[in-house]
């Protein structure tokens, strides 16, 4: 079945930078179009960074433009999320999926940007 695992997030200060992961199986993931997802409290998930099968093609949420970078790697599986210049509005729990997502989500990885 499909399974995506996050893992990377926790606590920085603003300004601050993180490295979030997610490895990936059940399905063949070279095939589709990945992104990385949050949730902040009270508000819907959002998509905030895409990147096509091949690794070429990527596009961002304007709030993380030039801030985040996405990359993956297909023979590994996993897709990659690289945050700088992080700010308190970024805080949320991040989730990995292929565009359009899974039915099925992971439990995510909680960022934090708080002095």
């Known amino acids: 079945q499909v399974q995506l695992v996050e893992s990377g997030g926790g606590l920085v200060q603003p300004g601050g930078s993180l490295r979030l992961s997610c490895a990936t199986s059940g399905w063949i993931f070279s095939t589709s179009s990945m992104g990385w997802y949050r949730q902040a409290p009270g508000k819907e998930r959002e998509l905030v960074a895409r990147?096509?099968?091949?690794?070429?093609?990527?596009n961002y949420a304007d709030s993380v433009k030039g801030r985040f970078t996405i990359s993956r790697d297909n023979a590994k599986k996993t897709v990659t999320l690289q945050m700088n210049s992080l700010k308190p509005e970024d805080t949320a729990v991040y989730y990995c999926?292929?565009?359009?997502?899974?039915?099925?989500w992971g439990r995510g990885t909680q960022v934090t940007v708080s002095s």
């Open positions: 999926n292929k565009i359009p997502p899974h039915d099925s």
């Open positions: 990147i096509s099968s091949g690794g070429a093609g990527t």
